[in-house]
């Protein structure tokens, strides 16, 4: 079945220490996104990419980073700039800016 | 940012009635798309509606768009326990800008 696999499910993480967070997809699509939701929050975004290679800063980008080498992984590695880490982490894929996404299952950050 | 404000903030009701939650946005959009998260998980796209329509039906889904009051309504029909959670609308923007803003969501909790 196609879909998005998000890992770990739950993260913890230690002061000063990065973390990466793992987003695979073999739907296919071009675009990626990674959001941030706080509790009781919509979601907020962190990095874009539209293509291989390339990726975009969305509103909330300080203290994050990316990488897309691969169509189907899009990893976000939370860094020790990321001064109130803890949130629900969402990665979503879609065959284009603007079109319907598909998000997967979420990995739950939070502080040691 | 274009970002989609539900209204109300948790609703409840009674299995078989039916659930109408509202969505306002800021600027101009290409299209409006509304999905489900529950507990836990990520979200799941329901349905787009996109500027120049004006009403959208899939299954017991009912979505209407104002553009000239800039918002969207997303009703349910018959709802079922099944239905509860919680609903978030996303406003894809003009302009070259094409990523999704969403709002709070709508708490829904569909009671037995």
């Known amino acids: 079945d196609g879909g998005i696999t998000q890992s770990p499910k739950y993260l913890f993480r230690k002061e000063g220490q990065n973390v990466t967070l793992s987003c695979e997809q073999n739907l296919n699509h071009d675009a990626m996104y990674w959001y941030r939701q706080d509790p009781g929050q919509g979601l907020r975004l962190i990095y874009y990419s539209q293509i291989v290679n390339d990726f975009q800063k969305g509103d909330i980008a300080e203290g994050y980073s990316v990488s897309r080498e691969k169509k189907e992984s899009f990893p976000l590695t939370v860094t020790s700039a990321q001064k109130n880490p803890t949130a629900f982490y969402l990665c979503a894929s879609s065959n284009g800016l603007g079109q319907p996404q598909h998000f997967g299952d979420g990995t739950r950050l939070s502080i040691l | 940012s274009q970002q989609g404000e539900e209204d109300p903030q948790a609703l409840s009701i009674q299995e078989g009635e039916n659930a109408t939650m509202n969505c306002s946005y800021k600027?101009?959009?290409?299209?409006l798309q509304w999905y489900r998260q529950n507990s836990g998980r990520g979200l799941v796209h329901l349905i787009l509606?996109?500027?120049?329509?004006r009403e959208k039906h899939s299954g017991r889904l009912r979505v209407t768009l104002d553009t000239s009051k800039k918002s969207s309504s997303l009703l349910i029909t018959a709802s079922r326990a099944a239905d509860t959670a919680s609903y978030f609308c996303a406003a894809s923007g003009g302009a070259g800008s094409y990523q999704l803003t969403f709002g709070k969501g709508t708490k829904l909790s569909v009671i037995p």
């Open positions: 509606i996109r500027s120049n329509e």
């Open positions: 600027t101009s959009i290409n299209n």
